[in-house]
Each structure stands twice: as C-alpha cells, then as structure tokens.
C-alpha cells in the first residue's frame, strides 16, 4: 500500500498477560455436561485462564502494554497514543485511560475501539494512520478482553469457547521503510445477530408516561454454525485481497497468524491458501478465544519463542462480530 508522505511503521515490541487461575477442560465438564474430548476435538481448547471477580482487564492490559514497552526499550513517558482494542471494557465509558494512568504515559492520548473479534487488526491500521501522517511517533496498541463475565455458564455451545487475556505491540514510525504492507476491513452489519453480546432493558417508569431502560446485557449468543461458515469463507478472500495491497503471494508468507477462535478454521483458512500447518501460529489450546487479545497474545509467544524472526511476513486476520473481518500483512521488527 503506498504511503506518500515517507514515514513507516515499525514493530519493535509485544508483551502479554493473563489471568493466573486455569480452567480445563475436564474442569469446565464439572459446570455443564461435556467433556475434553468433545471440546478439543471440536474446537482445539484444552484450557483457558479466567479472571476472578476482584480482577480487572485494566491489571492485564497494563502488564501486557509495560512488558511491550520494555520489549522495545522505551518509556510510558515516550508513548503518545494508546488504542485499547475491547469489548469488555471495565468502564462503559472506557478503560484505556486506566491503562494510561496505570502505566504512567502521561504524555498519551487513549482511547478504546471497539470491534469485537477483529478490534486488534483494525486498531492496528487505525495506528498506522496516526504515524503514517506525522501525528504520532510511539503508538501502544492493546488488545484485552475479559470474556468470562459475560459467557452463560451454562451454555456449553458458549462456555467452552472463551477466556480472559490481554497482548500489546508497540509501533513507531520509521524513516527505514514501512512495515505494514497491506490491509484489508470488512464489515457486514446484516449478519450482526449471528454473534450478540446484546444490550438488555430493563423497564422502569419515571412519571406516568415516561418510561426509561435501565442498563444491562444478555450473555454472549453465538450461532457457530453460521460464524464458522463465514470465517471459512470470508478470511481466506480478505488475506488475499491485503496481500495483493502488499504486492505479495501467498508463497512469501512466513507466518499465518489468525484470530484464535477454533483450530478448525485455522486449519481451513490454511488449506485454502495452501499453506503448510508448520506457518500457522496457534496457542489456542492453551488460552481459548481471547477476542481481540488473541492475536497479540499469540503473536507474544511467538517472538519471545524465537520462532518470529525479525523480518517475517506475518498475515494477520481478524473476524467475529459486528460482523466484522480484516487482514493486516506486516513485517516484525524495525
């Protein structure tokens, strides 16, 4: 994608975090009536960490943002622009501020985005326009979700799928080139009621004839029938599509980094762009799907494993609600 105005981006540091205590599977079939085996076989989750109810995303995203910052060797003090990508934010107003305030960036502007599944790819072009145009020289993008507290705990289609997390990179403008060589977002609002997670009023009358809502919101709703169908379909196009605004091929691809929502969309997602499995990045039995703390959690493991390299072409993709889907392709590293 070309940029005109000669500054690039660069990926210079991750970090991520997560709640300490583990559900596995064999825990999870002590809540509702399933098994590991059903849920692995289906899904690729063996476990995933939740937060307790005196825990906070504000906690995770702090410590994941600090250990990017110290990944790349800079201060709070030198971040100018924090995105918070999330959905379940502990303020409705927001918590990126929080962070802010947590991690002492008291020169950043911050604010939240919103886009479920897909909030860290589309927080990450969202920062590159910051750079690209000047505004901004370090931008601390943050993915974090605390999932746990809106799942029915007694859905077993649901409950098995989600955990709590939270991953960061920090991206600096460069004058060496620009790092990010593609995009593509997509949304499609007629599909939204195929994964809700749906405001709920609560009728209160004021006076005679004036009635308001009071605040409040269902558990998650999913048809993953639906969800799977469209991912399936959906990322391969949008990965191809980024890729031809990189001026890449699927051939020049080191890592496939994906939204980890279910190993078999991954796998399916892979083998329709003819990738081999040994380019796919997973940490999905382990952690669950995270929302938009996924991929930057995923993407974590991976750097500091020495398994991304600097200089990797990575496609990223994100897609769930909204819905909303994009791909991202990028270089890690200065």
Not at 243 to 260: K, S
């Amino acid at each position: 994608m070309s940029n005109q105005s000669g500054i690039g981006v660069a990926f210079i540091g991750s970090g991520s975090a997560a709640p300490e205590a583990v559900l596995s599977n064999e825990g999870v079939s002590r809540v509702v009536e399933t098994s590991d085996e059903w849920i692995a076989s289906r899904t690729g989750i063996r476990q995933r960490h939740l937060a307790s109810p005196t825990e906070s995303l504000k906690q995770f995203a702090a410590q994941a943002a600090q250990n990017a910052l110290d990944m790349a060797g800079i201060t709070a003090a030198e971040v100018d622009l924090i995105i918070l990508a999330t959905s379940t934010a502990d303020d409705l107003f927001g918590s990126a501020s929080q962070i802010q305030a947590a991690i002492g960036a008291n020169r950043a502007v911050a604010f939240d985005l919103t886009a479920a599944c897909s909030g860290f790819v589309f927080g990450m072009v969202t920062a590159a326009q910051y750079i690209r145009t000047g505004a901004y020289q370090n931008v601390l993008l943050i993915g974090a979700d605390v999932l746990s507290r809106w799942v029915d705990w007694n859905d077993r289609r649901t409950c098995v799928l989600f955990g709590d997390g939270a991953g960061a990179v920090v991206m600096q403008a460069s004058t060496a080139g620009d790092r990010l060589l593609g995009f593509e977002l997509r949304s499609d609002g007629c599909m939204n009621d195929c994964l809700t997670l749906a405001h709920e009023a609560q009728p209160r009358e004021l006076v005679d004839g004036i009635a308001i809502g009071r605040g409040g919101y269902q558990f998650i709703q999913m048809n993953g029938q639906e969800v799977y169908r469209f991912a399936v379909r959906k990322v391969p196009e949008v990965i191809e599509k980024a890729l031809f605004r990189a001026n890449l091929t699927v051939e020049q691809i080191d890592w496939l980094l994906l939204h980890q929502a279910n190993q078999r969309i991954l796998d399916a997602v892979a083998q329709r762009l003819t990738l081999s499995g040994e380019k796919v990045i997973s940490n999905m039995a382990r952690y669950g799907n995270t929302s938009a703390a996924s991929i930057p959690i995923a993407l974590d493991e991976a750097v500091r494993a020495g398994n991304v390299k600097l200089g990797d072409v990575i496609a990223s993709a994100g897609f769930g609600a909204g819905l909303t889907w994009g791909a991202a392709i990028f270089q890690w590293g200065k």
